[in-house]
């Protein structure tokens, strides 16, 4: 019997439209490619995700694209213009609710984030609590941060469905006993939910 639904936020509750920000804000292909690779690619995202302190992570950012600086703190600085709640979020919490279902969130989430765009978070009053991952130092795809969930909530991984847009978080979730969905658009995700829901006897 499936009692709880854990839900990623990121690409999943909450848009993150960064490709079309960047490019808008930016302009030029190489340019954004290189401004990419010092934000993304470099690794550090994941440290404000792990809680570290921003302005610290921001500096590696920049030492790892010294040509391009005023790029790089630009995107950082507006990076809230890319962010916003998934029109679909709060109906699909309600319905899930109203059902009897217990609805988490775990997620991969910075307090820079959280205080560049808060109203993309709007749903958060409507979920029974969650784990986002700056506040415990740990990130998904570790197994540590599903086990931290089960914890802190006394979940059964078998009575739980997860869902994220990200295969190999989709796949650490999957070790760690959970039903998953692999989130790629609403209806799919929400129609597959539907099928674990049904396929489980109460």
Not at 19 to 28: A, Q
């Given at each position: ?186 209806t799919q995700a929400k129609d597959e939910l539907e099928e674990i829901i049904r396929g489980i006897p109460d």
């Open positions: 019997m499936i009692k709880t639904i854990v839900f990623d936020i990121g690409n999943v509750l909450m848009r993150f439209e960064y490709k079309s920000y960047v490019k808008k804000l930016l302009g030029d292909d190489d340019l954004i490619e290189k401004v990419n690779d010092a934000i993304w690619r470099t690794g550090y995202w994941n440290e404000l995700d792990l809680g570290y302190d921003p302005e610290l992570v921001f500096s590696k950012m920049l030492a790892a694209g010294p040509d391009y600086q005023n790029e790089i703190r630009m995107v950082i600085d507006n990076v809230g213009q890319c962010i916003g709640r998934a029109e679909y979020a709060k109906d699909w919490i309600k319905g899930l609710k109203e059902r009897g279902f217990q609805i988490l969130f775990l997620s991969n989430y910075s307090q820079y984030i959280m205080q560049a765009a808060p109203e993309a978070l709007d749903f958060l009053p409507l979920m029974d609590g969650g784990i986002f991952s700056c506040n415990i130092g740990l990130i998904k795809p570790d197994l540590k941060i599903f086990r931290s969930l089960c914890e802190e909530y006394r979940l059964d991984p078998e009575e739980c469905v997860f869902i994220d847009d990200n295969k190999d978080n989709i796949k650490a979730a999957q070790r760690a006993g959970f039903h998953t969905v692999h989130f790629v658009e609403f």
